[in-house]
């Protein structure tokens, strides 16, 4: 039994070239391998484009007053004295639609009960981010607002 360790290990002593052709073999394969992904990840990066999507514009057809507020069907726009601002009722945990709270003023999902600010800053709740605001502007002639969402 101790001579067929001994043998074995003269064995592998006596042929060093083959590791090294296993060593320049894998390496090879490994470059090999680089060289494809470096050749098609442009290619998968190009074929899960999406072109993003137009903005869409949404008209108010009331003046909201300093301190109101008008609730849309993927929006709440505020007002304050100085600004005009709207925030997603989406909510960024699983979306579903925020409720407006008057007395606290805050925004609240029904489903998970994460809050979020008039700013749409989170406050608590399970979701992690803030909601997105919205772009919004006064229309010229008549009165009331655009949101561009």
């Known amino acids: ?6 043998q074995k290990k003269q ?3 006596k ?8 060593l320049l073999g894998g390496s090879g394969k490994s470059l090999w391998y680089l060289a494809l992904l470096g050749i098609f990840y442009p290619l998968l990066r190009f074929v899960n484009f999406a072109i993003p999507k137009k903005p869409r514009k949404v008209r108010v ?4 007053p300093p301190g109101g507020f008008y609730i849309g069907a ?5 007002a304050n004295a ?15 639609k925020l409720a407006y709270n008057e007395t606290k003023r805050e925004l609240i999902c029904p489903c998970h009960h994460s809050i979020f600010s008039k700013a749409g800053k989170r406050l608590a709740g399970p979701a992690k981010l ?3 605001r919205y772009k919004v502007n006064k229309t010229a ?7 561009i969402i």
């Open 130 to 132: 803030d909601l997105p």
């Open 74 to 78: 993927d929006f709440v726009v505020f």
């Open 141 to 147: 002639n008549k009165p009331g607002y655009m949101v």
């Open 1 to 6: 039994m101790l001579r067929n360790i001994k």
């Open 15 to 22: 042929n060093p070239d083959l590791n090294r052709r296993r």
């Open 82 to 96: 100085k600004k005009v601002w709207a925030v997603s009722r989406t909510c960024t945990h699983l979306g579903c």
């Open 61 to 64: 057809e009331t003046d909201i």
């Open 11 to 13: 064995k592998k002593r």
